[in-house]
């Protein structure tokens, strides 16, 4: 039975299956596709390119609009496409897990359709009860018959630790769980798509591959050509399709949906983030994040042993994160070694009074060495200055940085050719990409895997698996791109770090308040509000 929604002013009328699992509407007030505007602010140049050729072939005025639910208290659920939005009469099958000896120690098989996840854990008893996501996990009625199940997994941009166990988990869950067969490799990010790359994949032959780094499936940057991957996976009878990588890839994914959508074609696309560097909004963390952090760690080991062997010895190590700095300042909280860090989000100077030069030479007085922690990213618009600017730009669309631990050192040498600073450099970042992902990071893998695997078979599409308050969620494509995480260095975490390194913020109060351009607001931030995003993301790792 169909029910139907009275159109209001923010509301459009549309039948929603019962199989489609949307809650029972007693409980919800309103249901409605919204424009949201953030859907068009990916950060890669292809993705906008991609957006505009995806929006000029659409023909459904209801194309990249959210799929909103909402109820009392203020509750919003941010609900995922699902196949029957736009595809009539889909068949629906009894899921194999009811089958399965492995989930029959489950007390309940599948997940409610009225369970979601709420992105904020913390809130006021008087407050709005605030958005939701759809909470991940298998559903008692599956849209694909798993014989006729043809699955294609590609992964996208660099290299991060987790990508093969994300590879392995996503085959082993189709095959294991749902009984799929066919399951393709395409080899070589988004171009393999045309480039006619393919990779056959089963449980055999991606048995062993967790146990080392990189992707089996190969990988590169840009190539994203919307009509001809969507070409492709129609010629290829290809129905769901697993995308791992970062927010420039999960744009991608995003516009290959809607192209996907605009054909009526009956194909799950799922997006995986993947991000070394932790920027991916809304999710906890990203995997292999961990797994970076404990290698930086051994990194700044050493940088420490080298420091301390000679005299006003400082060890300067350089690490990921062109726009987020949480693996420098995790990896700093964690060594306990480091006694200066430098991301990103907080503005340095080297020269004058409280600068980075004066605490290099107090700390070198106080212990007779020190070790420096940078993001690659710390430090750009310094450069900016007393280097000619450079605007070259990867595949990805994302600007070639300048070399901040090379040009810091050199400006300690010129600056202080009289002392006796002996300054030694550790680049550890290839060596923390390569390398297979830990324990905790392979547990993560194995549910962001089987969580895409069973929101697929569902036949939810258009989503993202992630972590949110340390439940397994399907985030719309639209949220995991609109913006970029990042450390608030007016947040909690940051002053631990402070606190941690004894290092100066060279940044005072009042220019932290004109950094956010409401001094009532930033005071709000520093006593209660947005320290709960980093407090969350500590509680998890």
């Excluded at 407050?127 to 996501?133: D, Q």
């Excluded at 994203?224 to 990588?245: A, E, F, L």
């Excluded at 450069?383 to 450079?390: K, P, T």
């Excluded at 040498?413 to 002392?419: G, L, R, T």
Aim: proline content about 5%.
């Amino acid at each position: 039975m169909d029910s139907v929604i009275a159109p209001t002013k923010n509301t459009i009328r549309f039948s929603v299956p019962s199989s489609a699992g949307i809650f029972n509407l007693k409980k919800f007030t309103a249901v409605s596709f919204r424009y949201d505007h953030r859907y068009r602010r990916g950060r890669s140049g292809c993705l906008r390119r991609a957006v505009m050729d995806s929006s000029n072939s659409a023909s459904s005025p209801d194309m990249q609009k959210p799929k909103i639910v909402t109820g009392p208290g203020g509750y919003v659920l941010e609900d995922v496409p699902h196949l029957s939005d736009y595809i009539p009469d889909l068949p629906t099958y009894p899921n194999p897990l009811q089958d399965n000896p492995a989930y029959s120690v489950v007390k309940q098989y599948f997940v409610h359709v009225d369970d979601t996840v709420p992105q904020k854990i913390v809130v006021h008893k008087d407050g709005p009860r605030g958005v939701h996501f759809r909470r991940a996990g298998p559903r008692q009625r599956v849209y694909f018959d798993s014989d006729e199940v043809h699955a294609c997994i590609v992964t996208c941009g660099g290299l991060c630790p987790g990508l093969n166990t994300v590879i392995r988990e996503i085959v082993c869950g189709l095959y294991h769980m749902y009984g799929v067969k066919k399951v393709l490799g395409i080899d070589g990010g988004y171009r393999g798509f045309y480039a006619k790359n393919t990779v056959h994949l089963d449980p055999k032959v991606v048995n062993d591959i967790h146990k080392r780094g990189g992707t089996i499936l190969g990988t590169s940057r840009g190539g994203h050509d919307t009509s001809k991957i969507v070409d492709s996976i129609q010629d290829r009878g290809i129905n769901q399709v697993y995308i791992i990588g970062g927010d420039g890839t999960q744009g991608g994914a995003a516009v290959i949906f809607e192209e996907i959508r605009r054909r009526g074609l009956k194909v799950s696309v799922v997006g995986i983030p993947k991000t070394i560097d932790n920027d991916i909004p809304v999710i906890d963390k990203s995997f292999g994040f961990d797994t970076a952090v404990e290698e930086a760690q051994r990194a700044i080991n050493a940088a420490h042993v080298e420091a301390d062997s000679i005299e006003n010895g400082i060890g300067l190590v350089k690490l990921m994160g062109r726009y987020s700095g949480f693996i420098a300042m995790y990896a700093t909280l964690a060594s306990r070694d480091v006694d200066c860090c430098l991301i990103p989000e907080s503005p340095f100077y080297l020269e004058g009074p409280g600068g980075l030069f004066e605490y290099i030479e107090k700390r070198l007085k106080e212990n007779g060495h020190m070790v420096i922690v940078i993001a690659e990213g710390a430090g750009q618009e310094l450069l900016s200055e007393s280097i000619q600017s450079m605007t070259l730009k990867d595949a990805s669309g994302n600007k070639l940085l300048q070399d901040v631990g090379l040009w810091i050192s050199q400006r300690i040498k010129v600056c202080h050719m009289d002392s006796t600073w002996n300054i030694s450099m550790t680049y550890p970042t290839y060596m923390i990409r390569a390398i297979p992902s830990n324990a905790s990071d392979n547990v993560y893998c194995t549910l962001l895997a089987q969580s895409a695997v069973h929101g697929a078979m569902a036949g939810y599409t258009g989503f993202t698996s992630g972590l949110v308050n340390g439940r397994q969620t399907y985030i719309p494509f639209y949220r995991i791109i609109e913006k970029r995480n990042s450390v608030v260095i007016t947040d909690r975490m940051w002053a631990r770090l402070l606190s941690s390194t004894n290092q100066p913020s060279f940044l005072c109060l009042k220019d932290s308040i004109e950094d956010t351009g409401d001094e009532e607001q930033s005071n709000q931030l520093l006593a209660n509000g947005h320290c709960g995003e980093e407090d969350s993301l500590i509680s998890k790792i």
